[in-house]
Each structure stands twice: as structure tokens, then as C-alpha cells.
């Protein structure tokens, strides 16, 4: 069974500072991760994706890549109220399936 | 240009009754595919569609549920007859290409299925 897991939160940060997201993932298999925001009563949006070990920068967003610990992060600096939001992690290609493994989510505040 | 919409937003139905979702892909879209996500889990596949063709529909839970999408269009999920556990949030998604370990899926707002 493929599992992917975050700490559900809520993780509170102050306006300004860097949120760290984490997520572990059980498929040594898996080739893509992705990571989505979904505002409440909204739809998931994909903000990031990485294949490759390392980081990956795009604006205030880094997603982090460990595939020999199973571990992917997201790292948001400068953090905005705006930014505050449930931060879901999925991973995909493990076994050659395209379908996303998606984990709960964590919920992130940023408070001004 | 329109996202993937969604309808309804909300339903409420009695145990036993039929429900009816809908699903609007992005206009090019051949990729149709529909999620669950029951309340406190995360979000599972139900099936994706190519075009007017199952893909893969090994995330339908069992025979009370039967999508369709005819034409390549839209796309409709029922529920025949709902159960309590049938209850939660339904999200579509849909994408340009497919088959792929990596390809952008758009999803909706998804539709809130309570079963009373």
C-alpha cells in the first residue's frame, strides 16, 4: 500500500518567517512529487514539482528532494498571510502508474 | 479561460437515493479523471477517462458507482444507491496529456456528497 504522510497541523508561523512543510513517502518507486495548495472549499492548485534529488527553487517556494531518506519539503520564505492554506504532498510513478498518491495534507497558518 | 467546474457544489441525500455529479473539463482536455476524499483521509483516485474511454478504473470503491463520459465531454459520476460512507468531497480533474509520470492536472472545487 503506497502512503504518503504529513503532520496534519496546524503549523503557525508569523507573517515574514520561513514555513517548512514535510512529507514521507513509503514507494521507493516513486518518480514525481508534486505539491498542491487548496484554500478552503477550493480546489487543489499544483505550485511545485520536483523528479530530481535537490532542491528546486520558483519565488518564495522550495520544494526539497531526499529519495534516499523518502522525504520531500516544501519551504516557503517571506511567508504571507495569504499563504495560509492546507499544503497537500503527492507522489506518482512508483511501479509505472501515473496516478497520484496523495497524503492528508497539513494546514498551514501564517498569522500577521 | 474556465478551470474545471464542477456541479453541484454541495448535495444532500438520504441513504438509498441516487446522486449525480457532474464534471466540466478544461475545453482540449482528452484527461478526465475523479477523486474522493473522504472526511480526515486524503484525496484517492477513482478512475480516469480518455476521452469517451475508461483508462483505468481501479479506484471505483464497488458497482454503485458508474461514470460515464460521452462524447469525450463532460463527464457524470452516479451513485446508486448512496450509502453513509459514500459521503465526502468529489473532486474531477482533468489534463492535456496523460499516461505520464508527470502531467498537470487541473482540478476542480470540487462537489461536498453528504448521505444522511
Known amino acids: 500500500q503506497k502512503e504518503v504522510e504529513q503532520n496534519s497541523g496546524p503549523l503557525s508561523v508569523p507573517e515574514g518567517a520561513i514555513a517548512s512543510l514535510n512529507c514521507t513517502y513509503s514507494?521507493?518507486?516513486?518518480?514525481?512529487f508534486f505539491w498542491y495548495r487548496q484554500y478552503s472549499g477550493k480546489s487543489p492548485e499544483l505550485i511545485m514539482f520536483i523528479y530530481s534529488n535537490g532542491d528546486k527553487e520558483d519565488g518564495r517556494f522550495t520544494a526539497q528532494l531526499n529519495k534516499a531518506s523518502q522525504y520531500v519539503s516544501l519551504l516557503i520564505r517571506d511567508s504571507q498571510p495569504s499563504d495560509s492554506a492546507t499544503y497537500l504532498c503527492a507522489t506518482q510513478g512508483g511501479g509505472g502508474s501515473y496516478i497520484p498518491t496523495f497524503g492528508r495534507g497539513t494546514s498551514l497558518i501564517v498569522h500577521p | 479561460e474556465a478551470g474545471v467546474t464542477q456541479f453541484p457544489s454541495h448535495s444532500v441525500i438520504e441513504k438509498g437515493q441516487t446522486v449525480t455529479l457532474r464534471c466540466d473539463p478544461i475545453?482540449?482536455?482528452?484527461?478526465l479523471y475523479w477523486y474522493r476524499r473522504v472526511m480526515g483521509k486524503e484525496i484517492k483516485f477513482l478512475l480516469h477517462f480518455v476521452k469517451e474511454s475508461k483508462q483505468d478504473e481501479s479506484g471505483m470503491p464497488n458497482n454503485r458507482f458508474l461514470a460515464e463520459r460521452t462524447g469525450g465531454t463532460y463527464s457524470t459520476l452516479k451513485v446508486q444507491p448512496a450509502e453513509l460512507e459514500d459521503s465526502g468531497v468529489y473532486f474531477c480533474?482533468?489534463?492535456?496529456?496523460?499516461?505520464?509520470?508527470?502531467?498537470?492536472?487541473?482540478f476542480g472545487p470540487g462537489t461536498r456528497l453528504t448521505v444522511l
Open positions: 514507494d521507493r518507486g516513486s518518480q514525481s
Open positions: 475545453s482540449g482536455h482528452d484527461n
Open positions: 480533474a482533468s489534463s492535456q496529456v496523460g499516461g505520464q509520470h508527470y502531467n498537470e492536472q487541473f
